[in-house]
């Protein structure tokens, strides 16, 4: 029982590079989202996914592509990275929204 | 409008110690819930406890308790008897059940357990 993995651990983009930072479960999760850790910021809801073929947008989505095929993937897309996403990305997992979500290791990116 | 508040940037406790961390929240859907997470130094997030919008009592997970106020819309960690541990970024946060389960998160307050 991995819980929730997160590929890569770090990554350096150039500005205009895409991307996709792998997010997987194996806890048979419904809901699934993406975070973003920015200093001073705290965490902000990217996308979310209730469920397989089911997602929406969170707080800051721009930017941003997800999909969700199977329960168990939730991967995130950057179709033209910015130097404004550089960030830590935080993707987490929960049997229903109102359980506690489980995290990710989180990944590093870094936009230049 | 902030949906959380934390306005506690840096605490710092006496090992053994009890310490209450603050959170206030916004929102005027009536079903909500409200989470702590601690973030260590190691960058992971670990769920606390939980508290319900309807729950009558307050939530209690081993050292940590909720001192849920729902009228001053306060949801407060309190952690006893500190251990060196316990230091790490401790986050509140939200989830409105009216707005298709959206987190929102507070900007966190780093707590250092002093020997």
């Known amino acids: 029982n991995a819980g929730v993995t997160q590929t890569p651990k770090f990554q350096v983009l150039k500005t205009g590079q895409s991307m996709t930072l792998q997010c997987a479960q194996d806890?048979?999760?419904?809901?699934m989202s993406w975070y973003r850790q920015d200093p001073g910021m705290g965490l902000r809801l990217i996308h979310y996914?209730?469920?397989?073929?089911?997602?929406d947008q969170g707080e800051v989505p721009n930017g941003y592509n997800v999909s969700r095929s199977t329960t168990e993937d939730f991967p995130l897309r950057l179709l033209s990275a910015a130097p404004s996403q550089t960030s830590v990305y935080f993707c987490?997992?929960?049997?229903?929204?109102?359980?506690?979500?489980?995290f990710g290791p989180g990944t590093r990116l870094t936009v230049l | 409008a902030q949906k959380i508040t934390q306005t506690q940037p840096g605490m710092f406790v006496q090992e053994k110690e009890a310490v209450t961390l603050d959170c206030t929240y916004d929102?005027?859907?009536?079903?909500?819930?409200l989470f702590w997470y601690k973030q260590p130094s190691s960058g992971e997030m670990i769920f606390l406890i939980y508290?319900?919008?309807?729950?009558?009592q307050n939530a209690t997970e081993g050292r940590y308790s909720l001192n849920f106020q729902k009228a001053r819309k306060s949801a407060n960690l309190v952690i006893s008897a500190s251990q060196l541990g316990d230091s790490a970024m401790y986050f509140c946060?939200?989830?409105?059940?009216?707005?298709?389960?959206?987190?929102?998160f507070g900007t966190g307050t780093s707590l250092t357990v002093i020997p």
């Open positions: 987490a997992s929960s049997m229903a929204p109102y359980n506690e979500q489980f």
């Open positions: 806890m048979n999760h419904e809901y």
């Open positions: 996914s209730v469920g397989a073929g089911i997602t």
């Open positions: 929102t005027s859907d009536p079903s909500y819930g």
């Open positions: 508290q319900g919008s309807y729950d009558q």
């Open positions: 946060a939200m989830r409105e059940d009216g707005t298709g389960n959206q987190f929102y």
